[in-house]
């Protein structure tokens, strides 16, 4: 909004124009605090001043947003502003197939940069932005993205610590977490912390911010200046610089401003050091008057989706999501009622996805599990990781996963162009790249086994058809060899038989 963040957007600039200062400006802050809306501004702010931006943001939920993905963007962009470089920058493309991020790091972006660093005054190079640095690798950095984040981390250290990638400059926002702090010391990064809790003082840039926000949304509801005013004296202080706490609190008065006025403040106030106990109170509040009055039969199907919603590796489609466990059950809609329930905490679009990471992790607390009982098990990641694996697996061994799917004349198959969407349904795209994932984190039982040996005997060369079709081919080897780490698997197939 205008006139907000002023104060930070200004510091960021200047060490962005800095030419001696450390190229990695580390933007560090609680969840919801504002880092990404912050990354944004930064980067329409330079594009105003003429200056070339990209821009890449990571997200836990999309196993497709990878470090890989990060430098081919940069390296895309790069080819895209300079054309002088699109030769080199094929060229280093060549034979980049392979998992290996510090090769590909170098032949696309470290070497281009070097030739551009020549070419180009300080003031007109790009500006790279990566925002939500903690979100690669997936949730909590699992077992399948540990490798791409460490991967991560170092090709970034190697760019804050070679002398001619100094001058580019990199503003990269992050949750602060510890072993980030460590490996980017203040040595060699501009560190620069948005205040959220106990740092947060009435009548600082922080709150005037918050309040200005809130006037602006308050004001749209039509309860009159009186009430306005009380409610800003109310809900500022207990916001305590988080703004997605802000914006959740609008979106939830929205629908009966008076009351839920009340019902916020008859909540008593937490300790709030990170500001994080009054965020996960507001959010308790949206999910007691979203599920309140629900039967046991719906609990199951709530649980199993908004489960779903975490754990799973892409965002999952409702044709897919009524295939869970208590979904479908007579005339009962769960889709519907977690949709309008939780209408202040979910994206607009057409798939069910948080709007913010920090309910996600409100889930995951141990605050949820001892404030709401009946819906604890959101939180069980081997119940939801089974169902996962199971509703997978159901897919591969069913008819859907077949010979031909695409429907090719062999006569022209050196001619291919189909539609992929009509042709491989999203839960046989979704089982097909994620089923491994989902086997390899869910203790085996007799079930299981046999479905695996079913689709190793039986299925493997429709399974691969499908990831050509989808252009995942290739990643094919990566998701047998961690099919191998299963060790129910090493007693059902020898891959040298694959």
């Given at each position: 909004?205008?006139?907000?963040r002023?104060?930070i957007l200004?510091e960021?600039e200047d ?8 190229n990695m400006i580390l ?13 944004a501004?930064?980067?329409n702010r330079?594009?105003?001043q003429k200056?070339?931006v ?7 939920t ?16 790069l080819a895209r502003l300079?054309p ?5 920058i094929?060229?280093g493309?060549?034979g980049h197939n392979?998992?290996?991020i510090?090769?590909?790091f170098k032949?696309l972006v ?8 020549d ?7 790009p ?11 997936g949730?909590?950095?699992d077992?399948?993205?540990k490798d791409?984040?460490?991967g991560?981390?170092?090709?970034l250290?190697h760019?804050a ?9 990199l503003?990269i ?6 072993h ?6 203040e040595s060699?990064?501009?560190?620069i912390n ?7 003082k009435p009548g ?10 809130l006037?602006?949304?308050?004001e ?8 306005i005013?009380?409610a800003?004296?109310r809900l500022?202080p ?6 997605i ?15 839920r006025?009340g019902?916020l403040?008859s909540?008593?106030?937490g ?17 007691e008057?979203a599920?309140?009055w629900i039967?046991?039969e719906?609990?199951q ?23 869970l466990?208590?979904?479908?059950i007579?005339d009962s ?5 977690i949709r309008?329930?939780?209408m202040s905490?979910l994206?607009s679009?057409?798939?069910l ?16 599990r001892?404030?709401s ?16 694996a ?18 090719l ?7 291919v162009d189909?539609d992929?969407k009509?042709t ?14 989902h ?6 039982d ?8 079913f ?18 081919v290739?990643k ?8 191998a ?5 090493l007693?059902i197939f020898?891959?040298?038989y694959?």
């Amino acid at each position: 909004m205008e006139d907000t963040r002023t104060i930070i957007l200004q510091e960021i600039e200047d060490e962005i124009k800095n030419v001696d200062g450390p190229n990695m400006i580390l933007i560090r802050g609680s969840p919801g605090v504002g880092k990404s809306a912050l990354a944004a501004s930064i980067a329409n702010r330079l594009v105003d001043q003429k200056r070339h931006v990209i821009s890449f943001r990571f997200d836990r939920t999309q196993s497709t947003v990878t470090t890989i993905a990060l430098w081919r963007t940069v390296a895309c962009d790069l080819a895209r502003l300079y054309p002088f470089l699109r030769q080199h920058i094929a060229q280093g493309n060549q034979g980049h197939n392979s998992p290996d991020i510090d090769r590909l790091f170098k032949s696309l972006v470290e070497v281009p940069l070097s030739m551009l660093g020549d070419t180009v005054p300080y003031e007109e190079l790009p500006v790279i932005v990566i925002d939500a640095l903690d979100e690669c690798g997936g949730q909590g950095h699992d077992s399948s993205g540990k490798d791409d984040h460490k991967g991560l981390l170092h090709t970034l250290k190697h760019w804050a610590q070679v002398d001619h990638l100094k001058k580019f400059k990199l503003v990269i926002t992050s949750r602060p977490e510890d072993h980030v702090s460590r490996i980017f010391p203040e040595s060699i990064s501009i560190h620069i912390n948005i205040p959220s809790g106990n740092n947060v003082k009435p009548g600082d840039d922080t709150s005037h911010d918050i309040r200005v926000f809130l006037k602006s949304r308050l004001e749209l509801m039509g309860e009159g200046d009186a009430w306005i005013k009380r409610a800003l004296d109310r809900l500022v202080p207990r916001a305590s610089g988080i703004f997605i706490w802000a914006t959740t609190v609008a979106d939830f008065l929205e629908v009966d401003p008076r009351v839920r006025l009340g019902i916020l403040e008859s909540k008593k106030r937490g300790d709030n050091t990170e500001g994080l106990d009054e965020l996960y109170s507001v959010y308790l509040t949206v999910v007691e008057a979203a599920f309140t009055w629900i039967c046991e039969e719906e609990i199951q199907g709530v649980v199993s989706v908004m489960g779903a919603m975490i754990f799973a590796k892409q965002p999952l489609s409702d044709d897919v999501l009524l295939m869970l466990p208590g979904v479908k059950i007579g005339d009962s809609d769960v889709l519907r009622l977690i949709r309008k329930g939780l209408m202040s905490v979910l994206d607009s679009g057409p798939v069910l996805h948080f709007h913010h990471r920090s309910f996600e992790d409100f889930l995951l607390s141990v605050y949820f599990r001892q404030q709401s009982h009946k819906l604890s098990g959101i939180w069980d990641r081997e119940l939801h990781e089974r169902q996962l694996a199971i509703l997978c697996l159901k897919a591969m061994v069913s008819s859907e996963l077949r010979f031909n799917m695409g429907n090719l004349d062999s006569s022209s198959i050196n001619n291919v162009d189909i539609d992929v969407k009509s042709t491989v349904s999203p839960l046989i795209s979704y089982s097909s790249l994620f089923w491994v994932d989902h086997v390899t984190q869910t203790p085996s039982d007799e079930k299981m086994m046999v479905a695996v040996q079913f689709v190793m005997y039986e299925k493997l060369l429709f399974w691969l058809e499908v990831m050509s079709l989808t252009g995942n081919v290739h990643k094919a080897y990566l998701i047998l060899r961690r099919a191998a780490t299963w060790k129910v698997c090493l007693q059902i197939f020898s891959l040298r038989y694959v």
